[in-house]
């Protein structure tokens, strides 16, 4: 259940099942009861009131109120609009409820919990008006559940619609919608629940959604255990390319992720001047010196390399430019972090001109400031539609890095990273995620899949390392992650 539904697709979802047999009212019934058991565990004793909506999102809240009531609850229904405008399975909803429904006003009765079955996942405008004193009374209420998604935000992009209301729980059906997983609706949902209200898998196949959640399930391949006659030249041989003396940490970090990743062999290529100084910190991680491009150049060329890393703390002048073209015309797998992207801001063609030329797989991993030097016409955009852009433009897999990032495919595939914990915002993190992922690409991964693997991996180190990490603390975790994800498999 990984797949993610826009409100368009989930709105197909109901219909083709419609089409195919189901009554929409079993469809609602099965939503209500849903959420009449959230109501329960989330609120088992005292008054419950019901804010419903003018379409099917209130249906859904007034078959709960039913349910409830139907259990003894103290259960009343505020609406706003008129009841008597209802239609389709709204309308029977509200014919089956015996309670009538009051006016909805910015100020409500007070409750134990208050239903929030506003507008749910169809919500395409900003709130205003009564509805938006609404949401704000709501806010005021001690514990809220929300119906498919907290009114006022948007399905698709989290985007907060104006005003949205702030839910302890929240229900949706059949699909999690990508605004449950970007922020600010991700913060706005509390703990949230997918029911299974009757829609069929197949429904789901001839949807065919290209947005997924990052969950092992989607990569699995690419963060595979070593098989038993597998070596060191068998899972790989990654290269990571050192900044000057005075800049080397950052590589350092994102080899050691690699290795940590799985990479069977990891070196780091320093240029003469860093090589004493790597040098006093390497053990694990073997240590080769180039100079300039032509040398960076014989080292990728070998044919046992299979991923390069290039750009933590590369430096952004003339020589670090030429550095990331010789990276770029190499065979290798590649990760462009950092430096690696930041070299081409004044000639962004000229970086997607180079990864057209490449057969092997490129993974950027930009934050907002590097992505909007490379895609400045893009920003303000939604992050799904940037980062969808900015994949087919570039010809990459992209990372755009964030709470919630977003890892996007030329193909229009994206994936919707959920667990990565705040502790991570700190210096060196972007390093190890570089690393990690040039770690399975050297394994064989393919580059949407080894780009999805590394941001879950990356904040499961993170959740493992706990808080008060800082980017060292993150490569050694990465083991007793692999450890209890290969042990579910």
């Known amino acids: 259940m990984h797949e993610l539904l826009t409100a368009a697709e989930m709105a197909e979802a109901d219909r083709r099942t419609i089409a195919g047999g189901v009554p929409g009212m079993t469809l609602m019934e099965a939503a209500g009861r849903a959420v009449a058991e959230a109501a329960a565990v989330l609120a088992p004793e005292g008054p419950v009131l019901v804010v419903a909506g003018p379409g099917n999102n209130g249906g859904d809240g007034l078959v709960a109120a039913r349910r409830l009531a139907a259990e003894g609850r103290d259960v009343r229904v505020t609406m706003l609009g008129d009841p008597a405008r209802l239609q389709g399975d709204a309308r029977i909803a509200f014919e089956r409820w015996p309670g009538g429904a009051a006016p909805a006003a910015d100020g409500l009765p007070e409750a134990a919990l208050v239903i929030d079955a506003l507008f749910g996942a169809g919500l395409d405008r900003p709130l205003a008006g009564a509805a938006a004193g609404i949401v704000a009374a709501i806010n005021r209420e001690p514990r809220v559940l929300a119906v498919d998604l907290p009114s006022g935000i948007d399905a698709d992009t989290g985007a907060d619609l104006g005003i949205a209301v702030k839910a302890d729980a929240t229900v949706t059906f059949f699909r999690k919608k990508p605004g449950h997983l970007l922020y600010p609706g991700r913060g706005r949902c509390g703990r949230l629940t997918v ?196 994949a087919a433009r570039s010809g990459a897999t992209l990372i755009l890095k964030g709470p919630d990032s977003v890892i996007a495919a030329p193909d229009g595939r994206i994936a919707i990273n959920a667990n990565a914990p705040p502790w991570l915002a700190t210096a060196g993190s972007g390093d190890v995620l570089a690393g990690i992922a040039c770690g399975l690409l050297a394994q064989g991964g393919a580059g949407f899949e080894a780009a999805a693997a590394a941001a879950w991996l990356h904040g499961a180190a993170g959740t493992e390392a706990g808080p008060g990490l800082t980017a060292e603390d993150l490569a050694p975790a990465i083991g007793p992650v692999l450890r209890r994800l290969w042990a579910s498999t």
């Open 195 to 390: 029911a299974d209200i009757g829609i069929g898998a197949a429904v789901l196949a001839t949807i065919a959604p290209r947005a997924f959640e990052n969950v092992p399930a989607l990569w699995d391949a690419a963060a595979r255990p070593p098989g038993p006659e597998d070596h060191k030249y068998r899972r790989g041989h990654a290269l990571v390319v050192s900044g000057p003396m005075a800049r080397t940490g950052a590589a350092r970090l994102a080899a050691g992720a690699a290795l940590r990743a799985g990479a069977g062999l990891v070196t780091l290529l320093s240029p003469p001047d860093a090589l004493a100084v790597n040098a006093a910190h390497l053990t694990a991680v073997m240590l080769r010196r180039f100079d300039g491009a032509e040398g960076l150049a014989a080292a990728l060329a070998e044919p046992r390399v299979r991923a390069v890393a290039i750009g933590p703390a590369l430096g952004t002048g003339a020589d670090a430019r030429a550095l990331v073209a010789a990276a770029l015309a190499a065979p290798a797998a590649l990760v462009l972090d950092a430096d690696g992207m930041t070299v081409w801001s004044e000639a962004p063609e000229d970086l997607f001109a180079a990864i057209g030329r490449r057969v092997a797989p490129t993974i950027l991993t930009p934050h907002e400031g590097e992505f909007g030097r490379l895609f400045p016409d893009l920003t303000g955009r939604p992050r799904p539609a940037r980062a969808r852009e900015a």
